[in-house]
């Protein structure tokens, strides 16, 4: 298999990067594009105690198995299928889902350290960096840990002051300027999602021609 052409999409949280690759994988038929996210590497919660994992730092390069991220992705580039469970949230009401995830002429890695990674960003080809205003991402946050995860309030704005925020300014943000196409997302427009997923989409159909 010819190596695959990799587009590397992060996001700050809140920026709506979810419904963005929902939007950009609905161009492509299944066997044209394949995923995998930087989330489902995240090193097991359950390695520290309890208190450790109230204010654990998930938003740290070294809360990633890098290591494994990277051969992963580099197996796919030697046309392997890999075989991952899914990362529930350290849920453990959830049974992880098995993903299978086969090489493809298009592969999307995504997540928050994959410019900061430098091994992983010498393997893209196109760089999409998707975000939003604080006050709109931290909303949409809210939104997300208090109503679909649980999660205490203020345990939620800890984590978004001394873990999120740091994180983004430091391992994300300087990276902006590199990327190909920055997308602003401060609505919840899904119009605008769609829109600018189909210039993209078109563009990059352009590309590997």
């Given at each position: 298999?010819?190596?695959?052409?990799?587009?590397g999409?992060?996001?700050?949280?809140?920026?709506?990067?979810?419904?963005?690759?929902?939007?950009?994988?609905?161009?492509f038929?299944?066997?044209?594009?394949?995923?995998?996210?930087?989330?489902?590497?995240?090193?097991?919660a359950?390695?520290?105690?309890?208190?450790?994992?109230?204010?654990?730092?998930?938003?740290?390069?070294?809360?990633?198995?890098?290591?494994?991220f990277?051969?992963?992705?580099k197996?796919?580039?030697?046309?392997k299928?890999?075989?991952?469970?899914?990362?529930?949230?350290?849920?453990?009401?959830?049974k992880?889902k098995v993903?299978?995830?086969?090489?493809a002429?298009i592969?999307?890695?995504?997540?928050?350290?994959?410019?900061?990674?430098?091994?992983i960003n010498?393997l893209?080809?196109?760089?999409?960096?998707?975000d939003?205003?604080?006050s709109?991402?931290?909303?949409?946050?809210l939104?997300?840990?208090?109503?679909?995860?649980?999660?205490?309030h203020?345990?939620v704005?800890y984590?978004?002051?001394?873990h999120?925020?740091?994180?983004?300014?430091?391992?994300?943000?300087?990276?902006k300027?590199?990327?190909?196409?920055?997308?602003i997302?401060?609505?919840?427009d899904?119009i605008?999602?769609?829109?600018?997923?189909n210039?993209?989409s078109?563009?990059?159909?352009?590309?590997?021609?």
């Amino acid at each position: 298999m010819n190596k695959p052409y990799v587009i590397g999409i992060a996001g700050s949280s809140g920026s709506g990067k979810t419904f963005f690759l929902k939007s950009f994988l609905n161009h492509f038929e299944a066997n044209e594009i394949t995923l995998i996210s930087q989330d489902d590497y995240y090193i097991p919660a359950n390695t520290k105690t309890r208190e450790e994992n109230r204010l654990y730092n998930f938003d740290l390069p070294t809360s990633i198995d890098r290591e494994a991220f990277f051969c992963d992705i580099k197996d796919l580039f030697d046309g392997k299928t890999i075989l991952k469970e899914e990362y529930t949230f350290n849920n453990p009401n959830i049974k992880p889902k098995v993903l299978e995830i086969k090489p493809a002429p298009i592969l999307i890695v995504e997540g928050l350290f994959i410019f900061h990674y430098t091994e992983i960003n010498a393997l893209l080809d196109y760089r999409i960096f998707i975000d939003a205003e604080e006050s709109v991402a931290l909303k949409r946050r809210l939104n997300r840990d208090l109503l679909e995860r649980g999660y205490d309030h203020d345990d939620v704005m800890y984590k978004w002051t001394n873990h999120v925020v740091p994180s983004y300014d430091q391992y994300l943000l300087p990276y902006k300027d590199i990327c190909d196409n920055v997308l602003i997302n401060n609505t919840d427009d899904p119009i605008l999602i769609h829109q600018a997923t189909n210039i993209i989409s078109d563009d990059l159909r352009k590309k590997i021609q």
